[in-house]
């Protein structure tokens, strides 16, 4: 599968203080691929001035992750940074975080550790998986977090312990890839006040990631990147975040789909009335699909090889067209829009 990086999604910036919180945050680790990813959100007003919450995130492709929030220190974000070399020296994840208490680097800022939150995750020499979180006495409530052997979830500043335990339940019920997980998880939190200080804006956050990295990934060009730097006031980040997923597993899909002509046409575009298709790949039946920009299938019809019109959505829109045979083969999809 193709690397794809999404462009950074920034639509507003405010005021950003340097000792911020940052809110509810996973990282975690996939044994059978090699994976390693993580995803958060948060609510700190102005964030998206230095790039938005994805700054919380450290990453060795092939090994773990390291997520640290709560008061930390910028420029450079420095228990990160100790946090990622600890861990790149081969320590397990509670022993960097064993660590990073014993050695905290941010008291120029007056704190100390028991400010902090963290969520390391890893994979050792043989493969193994193992994960630990730590959440600082003095860190703002609702704080805490929640580990399992792979993947470590952790928030503060949060409605309540529903947050994690919605990611957690989401991550582990989901089946697919460490990406699907992932999105799972950052939809389980995704309720209004999720991070407490946007709930009179109505959102869970203004700000989210997810990004993931397969073992042979450079640090700095990580195979899956999607960034909401940050939002406008009302707009929810998370399901920003899941339109932006949603089109990039389209676009993912496409390094695997055949042939390498269009396996079928489809016209006008804009469609107003009416949609004609010409269904040019082999097969004796299809079924083609009309997936909104935020992941829905709208509505699904069986098409014949050839040429036809089909039924249009009711609500005019964006949409993929995605195309399907009978053995289950599916083709690239293509976007169009409808005006009714």
Known sequence: M??????????????????AQDTFSIVAVDPETGEVGSAGATCVPGIGQIGGVILLSGIIPGRGGVNAQAYICLNPHINLVNGVARLGEGSSPQD????????????????????????VAALDENGQASAAAFTGQSA????????????????????????????????NNTTGTLAERLMAAMQGANMVGADARCTDAGTSSTSAFLRVF????????????LNVAETLPGVEPIDSLQALFDEWLLTESRGSLQPEQPAFRAY??????????????????????????????????????????????????????????????????QRITVVR
Not at 214 to 225: C, I, Q, S, V
């Open 268 to 333: 006008p575009n804009p469609a107003r009335e009416q949609l004609q298709i010409e269904v040019l790949a082999v097969a004796d039946a299809f079924r083609l699909k009309w997936v909104a920009t935020g992941g829905q299938v709208v509505q699904e019809v069986p098409v014949l090889p050839g040429r036809q019109q089909v039924e249009m959505p009711e609500q005019s829109g964006l949409y993929w067209l995605c195309l399907s045979d009978d053995t289950g083969r599916s083709y690239r999809p």
């Open 140 to 171: 703002d409530d609702w704080k805490g977090h929640r580990t399992g052997a792979t993947y470590a979830i952790q928030g503060n500043i949060l409605k309540g312990p529903e947050v994690v335990d919605n990611m957690e339940a989401a991550f």
């Open 214 to 225: 397969k073992p042979g990934d450079d640090p700095d060009d990580p195979w899956l990147e």
């Open 96 to 119: 960097v975080i064993d660590w990073l208490i014993a050695n905290d680097a941010c008291n120029s800022q007056n704190f100390n550790p028991q400010y902090r939150q963290y969520g």
């Open 2 to 19: 193709m690397k794809q990086t999404i462009c950074t999604l920034l639509i507003a910036v405010a005021f950003f203080a340097v000792q």
